[in-house]
């Protein structure tokens, strides 16, 4: 297992660094963590990241799991269809 932590400055300025470190982890493990400790929020070049990186991971057999995510990231990873909304 791997853990990526996404920093505060993560965004469209960074993608490519974090690409390079999603693909690295995902060719090499069997479950990737992303850590949201650092951020509360994300833009869309990091939303459309962790899709693709999701559904490369999935062709891969590499589980994915998010950790420290605040309530903004958890609507933001709700509405891209990478977690499941609570029913109530």
């Given at each position: 297992?791997?853990?990526?932590?996404?920093?505060?400055?993560?965004?469209?300025?960074?993608?490519?660094?974090?690409?390079?470190?999603l693909l690295q982890?995902?060719?090499?493990?069997?479950?990737?963590?992303?850590?949201?400790?650092?951020?509360?929020?994300?833009?869309?070049?990091?939303?459309?990241?962790?899709?693709?990186?999701v559904k490369y991971?999935?062709?891969?057999s590499v589980a994915?799991?998010?950790?420290?995510?605040?309530?903004?990231?958890?609507?933001?990873?709700?509405?891209?269809?990478?977690?499941?909304?609570?029913?109530?």
């Amino acid at each position: 297992m791997s853990e990526l932590i996404m920093e505060q400055n993560s965004s469209v300025k960074t993608v490519s660094n974090i690409k390079k470190q999603l693909l690295q982890i995902i060719d090499s493990e069997k479950e990737l963590v992303i850590d949201f400790k650092s951020i509360t929020s994300i833009d869309l070049a990091i939303a459309q990241l962790l899709i693709s990186a999701v559904k490369y991971a999935r062709k891969k057999s590499v589980a994915v799991k998010f950790k420290n995510v605040s309530d903004e990231i958890r609507n933001q990873l709700q509405l891209t269809g990478l977690i499941k909304r609570n029913k109530e």
